[in-house]
């Protein structure tokens, strides 16, 4: 499958998304740590270098008009180190050295401060040294007393390098371990979802599909949306399949009389006279009848519930429609002695959004009940009406009516009103019609009449 | 015998009365429950076909009320449904026994016959009385084995007094038993088929007596 390829695993998204960052914040890290180290090491030697500065400026004095100094071995001392550094000395009264390395480089005595250490780097034998160099002002001396101490480096060298081992071990062991714990984490961090996942397929394989709540536990906040997700789905599921049982349970309810009916004919043809056969076969003739009749209408109810979820609207004239559920009913109503009418201001607007055959089996069904639950002489009138709330094709009929205590409940499958003595139908015409009805956003109630029955369906919108 | 049939469905009702009229019995139908109460309490019936799915009282509460009253005539139910607390629930409220459409016109048959013999207070299918022996299965009749050719009539009035043989059954009783309501029934059917009947059985047979004003009695041994 592409999209599972092409989809990285949660295991490689979150090394991406934590080891990136947290690779460059140790870079980041280890260029300010490198920063700070040597600005720590060279501050704590040149503090060193200074103590020892001080020191010798502190022994050079006026002795009867000379510049004496007496150099203390503790000096040297604090400069000692386990590197062996060199450490150079120069004093010098003006131009003139009074004791250390000559060639020492010195600096220029106006820019220095009397009394304040200066430090500076140098080349100094092929080497850098860092310098320490001081000022005196000394009574009765008119040159300028400049005491200097120098250091090679080695020793700072040294402490960096260890500093900057430490920082980057630091650094290496931080991200490296957040390397290695990542698999451990993320799967003690979906062992939860796993959970989910055992809850989920300890639903198969059962003999009836069991559409509760999922048994999960205890879940993280992050996974609750997701159950409460599927725990609706399934509750949608179960009506579903709760409907659908139903529908097939009252389906195969309705088959039983007329298939009873069918199995007492057939033993009474068989051992009847010639007399009895012809009626029996007349019996059988109508069971058939009516349970053809029932198994159409059951495929149209399946149609009308199924239909409309994908098909685009179409745009449909209600009365061009009308017209031809009346050309096809048309022999009946003659047959049956009824009037069968069309009425309505023919240039009307009346193209509603929907599905024509939706549509034609609303109407073909609404004019089949209003023929069949009528009486001969009778009449049934479709009108079709344009108003600014919408169009309404009304179905109305001078039959015996249905009473407002039934009103509520025909439109249930298999209810049939009545007393059982009335005409045979299936109990499933205006379940079809309520049914497609909803389908298209269009409602169908009765009206209230004095005599017979009206039955209205309206769409609330109107397109040219 | 007598058989009220209570079904909604009028195609069914017209199948199952004929199919039954076929066995010898009288057989009135109403299709709903309210009339079905309103006319159990005036005939004899033998026996009540009842449908749970009924417009209006539906068929356990018929069936309620008829036990409440007292009415200790055979239910038989017929239901479309299946669940298994249906069935229970109709046996409970008093139904002698139950049968789901679609079913056997011959199971049917030989259900209401069993019904009707325990009606009798006697189950056994063969009923003797003296020399004469009725398969009230079969419907056949003999008297040491010769075999009585009798008509559909003759037979249920010939079987409704062999059940009582011995004790005088009173003429309304059976009329109301051989008869169903919508049947013409003359002011001498009984007594022709009652005198056509005693042709059949004699000589070997056992006799009726006529009891003036009251009834008729198969001499019981």
Known sequence: MPAESRTPALRTR?????????????????????????????????????????????????????VTLDLPAAAFGMLENTERDNVYYRVAVGADLLTGYADLPAPDPATLDIDVPRYRFARYRDQQIRIAEVRRALPRIDQPVIVQIAETLDNRGALTRRLMVALLIGECVLVGAAALLIRPALGWSLRPLARLRGAVEARDGRARPDFSPLDTGPLPSELRPLAGAFDRLLAQLDTATVGVRRFTADASHQMRTPLSVLKVQVALARRGSDTERREALDEIADAVVRLERLVTQLLALARAEEAGVSAPLEAVDLREVAAAVITRQINRAIEAGIDLTLEGDERAVCVVAGHRTLIFEIIANLIDNAIRYNRSGGSVMVTIETAASGVSVSVVDDGPGIAPTHRITAFDRFVRLGDGNGPEGSGLGLAIVRSAATRLGATVAFGDPAVGTVVVLHFPQVTA | MRIL???????????????????GNAVDHVATGEDALSVVAGEPYALVILDVGLPGIDGFTVLEMLRRRGERVPVLMLTARDALDDRVRGLDLGADDYLRKPFEPEELEARVRALGRRRGGDPLPVLSVGTLTINRST???DIAGRILDLRRRERTVLEALATRAGRVVPRELLIGEVFGFDEPVGGNAIEVHVTRLRGKLAPDGPGIRTVRGVGYMLDAG
Do not use: C, K, M, Y
């Open chain 1, 14 to 66: 979150l090394l991406v998304a934590v080891l990136g960052p947290l690779l460059a914040a140790a870079i980041l890290i280890g260029v300010v740590g490198a920063t700070l180290i040597a600005d720590v090491v060279r501050r704590t030697n040149d503090r060193v270098l200074g103590g020892a500065l001080g020191a010798i400026a502190e022994t050079v004095q006026v002795e009867r008009g000379e």
């Open chain 2, 139 to 141: 419907g056949d009749a």
């Open chain 2, 5 to 23: 049939l209570i079904e909604d469905d009028a195609a069914l009702a017209r199948s199952i009365a004929a199919l039954l009229r076929t066995g």
